[in-house]
């Protein structure tokens, strides 16, 4: 089945306490993109990657760190998680040469608590 | 300034009518794309539906159809006979290129909408 994982779905973490989200998607998707959902405030995208090696910041990238070294994986690191960090995460992968056109796969999302 | 806007934060509908939300949305590129995506409460996202800038015709999937009037910019979401399951947040996206081809997808705050029995 064609589909993007997420791990872990819930997380409740402390301040400053490293933490990784994984991602995997098995439909060789080049782009992959990582959003934050909040109430009120839609998905706001962090990082996003266009292949292996390539990773670029979205508009919310303060806080968080990701690496592209497989084509299938696109972790989500929090090096010093903060309370502000607390939402609701998703994965997300697509065709690149689609473009525009592209409709995103999301993974099932990560709740995060940062306390 | 906002660049998907999603004016109704939530509505109720009666089970079995048609139900419209809107969507308005804001850019300057002539190639972008429209979807709609539907967010049960257990939380995952549901594509439902896509409109090309360039398509001339309104798209379809089932129940869901996009009326989509670009002079005007919005692509608003229709549900025919709505159904209990129904009952979901749903995003209004634009998906455009910025930058060095980064295919972000922008969101509306989305609607919330709740179906009566």
């Known amino acids: 089945e064609a589909q993007v994982t997420q791990n872990p779905r819930y997380l409740i973490t402390v301040t400053g306490k490293k933490l990784t989200v994984t991602c995997s998607q098995n439909?060789?998707?080049?782009?992959m993109s990582w959003y934050r959902q909040d109430p009120g405030l839609g998905l706001r995208q962090i990082y996003y990657?266009?292949?292996?090696?390539?990773?670029d910041k979205g508009d919310v990238p303060e806080g968080y760190k990701v690496s592209r070294k497989e084509k299938r994986n696109f972790p989500l690191i929090l090096e010093s998680p903060s309370p502000n960090q607390t939402s609701l995460y998703f994965c997300?992968?697509?065709?690149?040469?689609?473009?525009?056109?592209?409709?995103?796969?999301f993974g099932a999302g990560s709740r995060l608590t940062v306390l | 300034a906002q660049k998907i806007t999603q004016t109704q934060p939530g509505m109720f509908v009666q089970e079995k009518e048609a139900v419209t939300l809107d969507c308005t949305y804001d850019?300057?590129?002539?190639?972008?794309?429209l979807f709609w995506y539907k967010q049960p409460s257990s939380g995952e996202m549901i594509f439902l539906i896509y409109?090309?800038?360039?398509d001339e015709q309104n798209a379809t999937e089932g129940r869901y159809s996009l009326n989509f009037q670009k002079a005007r910019k919005s692509a608003n979401l229709v549900i025919s006979a709505s159904q209990l399951g129904d009952s979901a947040m749903y995003f209004c996206?634009?998906?455009?290129?910025?930058?060095?081809?980064?295919?972000?997808?922008?969101w509306g705050a989305g609607t919330k909408l709740i179906i009566k029995p």
């Open positions: 997300a992968s697509s065709l690149h040469q689609q473009g525009v056109r592209a409709s995103l796969t």
């Open positions: 996206a634009m998906r455009e290129v910025r930058g060095d081809s980064n295919y972000q997808l922008i």
């Open positions: 439909m060789n998707h080049e782009y």
């Open positions: 990657s266009m292949n292996v090696e390539v990773t």
């Open positions: 409109q090309g800038s360039y």
């Open positions: 850019t300057s590129d002539q190639s972008y794309g």
